[in-house]
């Protein structure tokens, strides 16, 4: 009895000691299994996109900064057009790489159109040439290396690539050395890198290069002309390559094609943008932003506080011969005046108040590259820059010159209204082209004259999304 007690106690005590070493065994298993879940998880998020991860470069930014950006008055790719631009607020910078007589990459758009003393398409210059010669004679020029020490100490910026080169092998020899230069610095970076490409071929070679932030697709370079049939087609090789934007010419950009790049999860940054107006219309027509010169990311705000027209509330402008004339319409009532006179700083003074105190108030003039200047100059004088954006952006020139919209005048012609002044003989066939192309330039409004207004041109007009008047005043409007 004894043995049989004593062998129950033994196995008593025996089963107590089994049932604490399974607790211990099944908080043990507990543990496990949650650590393996956890590394399940987050393995299957990874592969499946499901990670947390930061905003993708073009969630938060409407406007990528062209070439580096700039005031109008640097060059492109230069280091104080970054710094403007930086200044700006600007996250996401575009530049342009060619290579040196001695295979090094530097940041160039064209050797010329640098404007380096001794340097151009037929001079290319070694890399020490390129950095020891300022741009325009007093700028800065940058090197690969130099881009890569600002996008390491900025570290919320993001770059964006422009190989030039029209082969796409050497594009892709080029983007192997930025690639090298990329891991030699610090490979980090490769997330903040978003990769150009110009024909669906080049993808895959740049994808074997290293894990960039993205790519985007840039239409230039193919045979799309604003169809909307191929304007799908490229939309469906994006979503199925894993690239999340397509980048046209702005001129081609129209509000059909959103809807296939909505369809597609595709977003879309038309380039390159001078005015106000064009910005205004790749907003309105559902772009998803732009690659712009001199726009900051606040000024993109102001712009939708300003993005009323004088098209939208006037027939349009009474026509004055002089400054005093003109002065003399406003105290009269008129909220839209034409004054067919140059510009000068006491008449830039006198119209610049008319608009401060008047908010509903427009001016127009010709075209003239001092005129522009002068009214910029003084209302930036008196006002400042917030405030005289918001006055500019009720200012219009009318021009007969299409090509006015350029680098060294977007600085003052960003926030004014531009209106082409259409006296060319031709037919529709020849009017149909000249719309196309003031479109591509920047320009809101077509003015015709009266004996040639008819149903026609106007159903013409507002297929390109211009606004068409009737000129029965028979003067000359500029160059």
């Known amino acids: 009895m004894k043995f049989v ?36 998880l987050m393995t299957g998020c990874q592969n499946t996109g499901w990670q947390k991860t930061s905003p993708k470069w073009y969630e938060n930014n409407p406007v990528v900064a062209h070439a580096l950006g700039t005031t109008g008055e640097e060059p492109y790719n230069s280091l104080e057009g970054f710094e403007y631009s930086l200044s700006k607020g600007h996250k996401v910078f575009e530049c342009d790489f060619a290579m040196t007589s001695d295979d090094e990459l530097v940041l160039c758009h064209s050797f010329d159109e640098s404007g380096q003393e001794g340097i151009d398409d037929d001079h290319i210059p070694t890399k020490e040439q390129f950095m020891n010669t300022p741009l325009e004679g007093k700028y800065t020029p940058l090197s690969l290396d130099d881009m890569l020490r600002l996008l390491k100490e900025h570290e919320d910026i993001y770059l964006v690539t422009d190989f030039k080169s029209d082969d796409s092998t050497e594009s892709l020899r080029q983007a192997g050395i930025f690639t090298d230069a990329v891991k030699a610095l610090d490979k980090n970076l490769f997330n903040r890198i978003i990769i150009q490409f110009y024909q669906e071929e080049e993808l895959a070679g740049f994808k074997k290069l290293g894990d960039f932030g993205g790519y985007i697709f840039t239409l230039y370079k193919t045979d799309f002309d604003g169809e909307v049939d191929k304007f799908r087609d490229y939309a469906a090789f994006c979503k199925e390559n894993d690239v999340d934007v397509i980048v046209m010419k702005k001129g081609l950009w129209r509000k059909a094609l959103a809807p296939i790049a909505m369809e597609y999860g595709i977003r879309v940054y038309p380039h390159t943008v001078y005015t106000r107006w064009q910005y205004e219309r790749m907003i309105r027509t559902d772009a998803d932003g732009a690659y712009c010169d001199n726009v900051s990311r606040d000024e993109v705000n102001t712009l939708k506080e300003v993005s009323n027209h004088w098209y939208d509330k006037y027939d349009g402008f009474s026509y004055a011969k002089d400054a005093d004339e003109a002065l003399s319409l406003y105290q009269n009532g008129e909220k839209a005046v034409y004054l067919d006179d140059v510009l000068y700083e006491p008449t830039a003074e006198a119209v610049g108040y008319v608009l401060a105190e008047d908010k509903d108030a427009y001016f127009a003039y010709p075209f003239d590259e001092d005129s522009c200047r002068i009214m910029a100059q003084k209302i930036y004088e008196i006002y400042g820059e917030s405030d005289g954006n918001e006055i500019l ?25 531009v209106v082409f002044v259409y006296d060319e003989l031709g037919d529709l066939h020849d009017f149909k082209t000249a719309l196309k192309d003031v479109q591509e330039k ?3 409004t077509l003015m015709v004259d009266e004996d040639r207004y008819t149903e026609e041109y106007s159903q013409l007009a507002q297929k390109y999304d211009l606004h068409i008047y009737e000129n029965s005043w028979h003067v000359q409007f500029g160059q």
């Open 5 to 40: 007690h004593g062998s129950n106690r033994i196995h008593r005590m025996h089963g107590s000691h089994r049932l604490h070493r399974l607790c211990r065994l099944h908080r043990h298993l507990i543990i496990l299994s949650a650590a393996l879940f956890i590394i399940i």
């Open 393 to 417: 952006s009720r200012t219009v020139v009318f021009t007969k010159k299409r090509g006015i919209i350029n680098h060294e005048l977007s600085t003052y012609m960003f926030w004014c209204d």
């Open 442 to 444: 920047g320009f809101s």
